[in-house]
């Protein structure tokens, strides 16, 4: 017996680390991968819960630091743009997406660190306070070899009556990235590839199963992905994809991505129906490899 409990003992000392790690701090936590930060994601972000920063294995950051912090000669344009970020233009009539509308968390965020996962609940609240829509986000963060994956999970609901999400195209799950890696503007010297083959600006409004840009940061290619889940409204879903960095997936902006009749988009959800939405962050450092 004492031979058997010994050999556990030897076989815990043995066994590798887990690489990811989570340290909650009030309202935020920071996720490492070893001695590395991999993110940090913050309850308190400027119009809501927010990833920032967020970093690809080596760790140079992909995503814009502003507004949360200024570096020279970043882009100050957007300050609604918060690098990782969930959120939507035409909620029952409220602008989440950079208007009057904010997303507050309610409590401090959940975490489960043996399964790598951040549980958040928020409010969706008018200019005047009013709740408009009750939310529970979800973050899972993973990491293998040359890449890394934030999962995010959005569950959307009202208790209050319907829920409506117009069609517009300001939203929705988005990620600001580095002006490298973007196609025009200053410091640009990114490329765009969607699943269907679309580059550049040809990837705005299209649908796609997934979009990557893909840039040399510190002489190194870098490409960051997001993913829809087959499982989602509208899948594949149509992109905001901008040429300066604004890589968002929207399914309801259809009059103005594919120039459908207006309000072919809009969803509208019964009382108390939920709306539920995954999407994947995919960073890699490395080539945009659409077979990878």
Not at 26 to 51: C, N
Not at 68 to 92: C, I, K, M, Q
Not at 103 to 115: E, F, L, R, Y
Request: proline share 6%; glycine share 14%; hydrophobic share 40%.
């Amino acid at each position: 017996m004492r031979a058997l409990a010994l050999a556990g003992v030897l076989l815990g000392a043995c066994a590798a680390p887990d690489p990811l790690r989570l340290v909650q701090a009030g309202s935020r936590v920071v996720v490492t991968e070893g001695s590395a930060v991999f993110a940090e994601y913050r309850a308190d972000g400027p119009r809501g819960p927010a990833v920032w920063p967020l970093c690809a294995p080596g760790g140079e950051p992909v995503t814009r630091a502003w507004p949360f912090f200024e570096v020279d000669g970043e882009a100050r344009d957007h300050p609604h743009h918060t690098s990782l970020w969930f959120a939507h233009g035409d909620v029952n009539g409220v602008d989440f997406w950079q208007g009057s509308g904010r997303i507050v968390a309610i409590g401090a965020p959940v975490m489960s660190a043996g399964d790598h996962r951040i549980e958040q609940r928020n409010e969706w609240r008018d200019a005047q306070g009013g709740v408009v829509a009750q939310e529970r986000r979800t973050l899972t963060f993973g990491a293998a070899g040359d890449v890394r994956t934030v999962d995010v999970g959005v569950a959307l609901a009202s208790d209050q009556g319907e829920l409506r999400l117009g069609d517009t195209k300001e939203g929705t799950m988005a990620l600001r990235l580095r002006q490298e890696f973007g196609t025009e503007g200053p410091g640009a010297a990114g490329r765009i590839l969607n699943s269907e083959g679309d580059r550049d600006g040809a990837a705005w409004g299209k649908r796609a199963r997934w979009v990557a840009y893909t840039a040399e940061l510190g002489a190194v290619p870098h490409t960051v992905a997001l993913f829809d889940h087959p499982l989602n409204h509208g899948h594949p879903t149509t992109w905001h994809a901008r040429g300066y960095g604004l890589l968002a997936a929207n399914p309801f902006g259809l009059a103005e991505f594919l120039r459908a009749t207006k309000g072919a988009g809009e969803l509208v959800l019964p009382p108390g129906a939920e709306l539920r939405l995954r999407y994947r962050v995919w960073i890699r450092r490395g080539p945009c490899d659409a077979a990878a």
